[in-house]
């Protein structure tokens, strides 16, 4: 039988879009119900994804030592899944290679130099490619913009939607609530993200809070965006949680009055799909993929100028209030149309086309 390696550690840090991402993969992969070849899993803990896979998946223990080549695992699979772009596990041999793109943000944000360390690797992996997949229509067209891409089959495969059903019991309240109407946004606190035009925005919006969540453990949380709260004297208004559960994250998106995301830089901006799950008017930037995957159904920043997002906001929720039942449908049926089996599936064929194509 054919075995297929999925280059999958990064699956263990699930509060990250990364590890979402290989998880949500491979249920869909599971879920496919698989014949006729094998797919091996790295990971570190390999214990809990026997516990919910079994024997259908075979399993490999990570360690970080493969990232050297002297270490790399040697075993000859027919095909191998890089499933993002930054993994520095390679295969030893020159194997089958499936490489998926998910940004090419390190131009922005290390070097546009591409004799730089780390845009080398990068067009490493994509000549050794057999094939290449992308998370959107822009994560293709920047990497043919800034490098040079092989001619080789390549796909757009989207992302699916993580919440599939809602989970909140009756009466379920989150540890940290505001105590009148928010906005919400979650994300790791990055330059990228950035959420201190929020707070800017917030100051001009007194009948709302801000409520954040995510990793707030880095310079920018500490700095830019605890800066600009303390200068407007909006501590009370801006409710930071941390990093947080499904449930709770769940919880604040079922609460919320809208959804904010005004990203610099998105290979595909899972979060804001997950608001329109909920059927909440989603308020995010006009920039890289997010109009792609937001289309018609989500309210666009072009700039970031405090009064003008507010004006877009306000004029937006008066759009969504005097139409709410229509447009509160079409928000979740989009949401919906984000399937992460349908994409496994569309993996599969990718599989099925280098393993067994001649």
Known sequence: MKKVFLESHNIKNQNFGFG?????????????????????????????LKDEFNS????????????????????????????????????YYNLPYLLTVH?????????????????????????????????SEYAKKSTHHFFKVPNVPEHVIYNGNPIINIKIPPGYTAKSHS??????????????????????????????????????????AKRTLQNTINELKLENRVIITGKISELDKQYYMQNCEAFVFPS?????????????????????????????????????????????MAKVLEDGLNTFYKNQA???QNYINHAKSF?????????????KSLLFTK
């Open 20 to 48: 979402q991402f290989n998880y949500h993969l491979i249920k869909g992969l599971y879920n496919a119900n698989i014949q006729n070849f094998k797919i091996t899993l790295h990971a570190k803990n390999i214990a809990p």
């Open 56 to 91: 259908y998946f075979n399993y490999k223990k990570y360690y970080s030592l493969r990232r050297y080549s002297a270490f790399r695992i040697r075993k000859k699979y027919d095909l191998w899944h890089c499933l993002n772009q930054n993994i520095k596990i390679e295969p």
């Open 103 to 135: 940004d090419v943000n390190f131009i922005d944000e290390v070097s546009s130099d591409l004799n730089h360390e780390r845009n080398i690797k990068f067009q490493n992996k994509l000549d050794r490619s057999a094939a290449i997949t992308y998370i």
């Open 179 to 220: 105590k009148k109407p928010y906005l919400f946004s979650i994300g790791e606190f990055t330059e990228r993200k950035n959420f201190h035009v929020l707070v800017k925005m917030l100051a001009l919006l007194p009948e709302y809070n801000l409520l954040l969540s995510g990793n707030n453990n880095t310079d920018y």
């Open 264 to 308: 610099l830089r998105e290979g595909f901006g899972i979060p804001p799909i997950e608001a329109m799950r909920f059927g909440k008017p989603v308020f995010m930037s006009n920039n890289t993929s997010l109009p792609e995957i937001g289309k018609t159904h989500a309210f666009y920043w072009d700039h970031f100028e405090p009064e003008y």
């Open 326 to 328: 229509v447009l509160t």
């Open 339 to 351: 399937n992460w089996d349908n994409a496994a599936k569309q993996y599969i064929e990718i599989y």
